[in-house]
């Protein structure tokens, strides 16, 4: 079982830019794919951003252009780097491993996905 320890979220006014951390420790799962995910108030949890072990990237269209995801396979870092931030992007963003990547583009957690704790963005007018 890993642990995810998330670092990085905050206040920032629209426009404003921040960048997420996220150090795993402990066994992450076998998929190798890891992403971030986020929960608005009174809304779903959503997909982000995704990664594989080979740092192919995948986003959900309303942050495409604005995020960007990376690892550091290394450092078992995983970042997000979150530019031209809006009010809609307020959410607590939880970091996971073991997210199922389906070779179709596909991505979500299951039962078998690990998540860390989350950090809250929060993004004023």
């Known amino acids: 079982q890993a642990q995810l320890l998330e670092s990085g979220g905050g206040s920032v006014q629209a426009g404003g830019s921040l960048r997420l951390s996220c150090a795993a420790s402990?066994?992450?799962?076998?998929?190798?794919?890891m992403g971030w995910f986020r929960r608005a108030p009174r809304m779903a949890r959503a997909g982000v951003a995704v990664i594989d072990r080979d740092g192919n990237a995948r986003y959900a269209d309303s942050v495409r252009g604005r995020f960007s995801i990376s690892r550091d396979n290394d450092k078992n870092t995983l970042y997000l780097q979150m530019n031209s931030l809006q009010p809609e992007d307020t959410a607590t963003y939880y970091c996971?491993?073991?997210?199922?990547?389906?070779?179709?583009?596909?991505?979500?957690?299951?039962?078998?996905?690990?998540w860390g704790q989350g950090t809250q963005v929060t993004v004023s007018s």
């Open positions: 996971a491993a073991n997210v199922v990547c389906q070779p179709a583009g596909a991505w979500y957690g299951d039962a078998l996905t690990q």
């Open positions: 402990g066994y992450t799962g076998s998929r190798g794919c």
